[in-house]
């Protein structure tokens, strides 16, 4: 395996290991009645699950989005 192989690997567990976390401490807050909310004009992101795909998806955008609207509780 390459050193660019072994690179993208080593960037795609670190992101599904971001996003693992992100679901569990969205469900954590959700449970304490302290749920994590961000709107975007008409979209609002409020479910764990969705926090998580999104930081799957879109890492860069999302999960430092999600720890600056978990910030604000």
């Given at each position: 395996m390459g050193a660019g192989a072994l690179g993208g690997l080593m960037a795609a567990v670190v992101v599904a290991i971001a996003s693992l976390w992100v679901l569990q401490d969205a469900r954590a807050r959700a449970r304490l009645?302290?749920?994590?909310?961000?709107?975007?004009?008409?979209?609002?992101?409020?479910?764990?699950?969705?926090?998580?795909?999104?930081?799957?998806?879109?890492?860069?955008?999302?999960?430092?989005?999600?720890?600056?609207?978990?910030a604000a509780d």
């Open positions: 009645g302290r749920p994590v909310v961000a709107t975007f004009g008409a979209l609002t992101v409020d479910r764990p699950e969705v926090w998580a795909a999104l930081s799957l998806v879109v890492v860069v955008v999302f999960l430092p989005l999600y720890l600056v609207a978990r």
